[in-house]
């Protein structure tokens, strides 16, 4: 469970949000709304620990998140609206080092299987640097195949993918709710997840 009390935040001299508070329990998801610039990637760098915030408590499983520290990071994937990608590298070894790195080790079958579900046949091994923006954001989305974190932390996980890998999306985010895993993003895109217990945030 993911409790969050009293949180602000500021930029600069900007105060984005102060008095935020929710609980996210396991199989619920929730989606952080608001304009451009309301502080919505703020808050979930927040949520991750990259950005302190300056006032409030971010507790996991009763516990501060920032007293965790590693322990945390392990049951947390982040996925940011950049990339995080690097150029050179292939979509299989841009898989394999981001999951290494959050603690999930991969085997060259397993990436190649997530690639593939991810719509990447045939373009596993080239740099990423010659795949078009939507692949190479399936690369990073395919962190969502393999992650065993049960927090997910999203920005913008929807942008710039088509009709088919928007419904995958969707599926995987059914899937890992249906584990009891917990998810926190942002779209400025519609999102459908059958069934589920969808909450909002709304930053303004
Ligand atoms: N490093 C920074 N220094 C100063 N101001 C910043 C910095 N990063 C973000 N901001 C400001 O903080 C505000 C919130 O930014 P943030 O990226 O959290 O918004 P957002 O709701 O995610 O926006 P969008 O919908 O455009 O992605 C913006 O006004 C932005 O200019």
Redesign the pocket.
């Known amino acids: 469970m993911l409790e969050v009390s009293n949180l602000a935040c500021s930029?600069?001299d900007?105060r984005?949000f102060s008095g935020l508070s929710f609980t996210l329990h396991p199989g619920q998801i929730m989606q952080v709304q608001?304009e451009?610039?309301?502080?919505?990637?703020?808050l979930l760098r927040t949520l991750c620990g990259f950005m302190s915030p300056d006032e409030g408590d971010i507790l996991w499983r009763g516990e501060s998140t920032r007293e965790l520290g590693e322990d945390y990071c392990a049951e947390m994937m982040y996925l940011g609206h950049l990339n995080a990608i690097k150029d050179e590298l292939s979509a299989l070894e841009n898989l394999r080092i981001s999951s290494g790195l959050s603690g999930v080790e991969l085997d060259e079958k397993e990436a190649v299987a997530a690639l593939r579900r991810m719509g990447l046949k045939g373009r596993e091994l080239l740099p990423t640097k010659v795949l078009s923006q939507g692949q190479r954001r399936r690369v990073a989305l395919a962190r969502m195949l393999v992650s065993k974190a049960k927090l997910w932390i999203l920005d913008e996980p929807l942008a710039a993918l088509d009709v088919a890998a928007v419904a995958l999306i969707e599926s995987l985010l059914e899937e890992h709710l249906a584990r009891e895993g917990m998810v926190i993003f942002?779209t400025h895109q519609p999102l459908q997840v059958a069934g589920m217990d969808m909450r909002t945030l709304s930053l303004s």
């Not at 451009?36 to 703020?42: A, E, L, R, W």
């Open positions: 930029r600069g900007h984005l608001g451009n610039g309301s502080g919505k990637t703020s942002t």
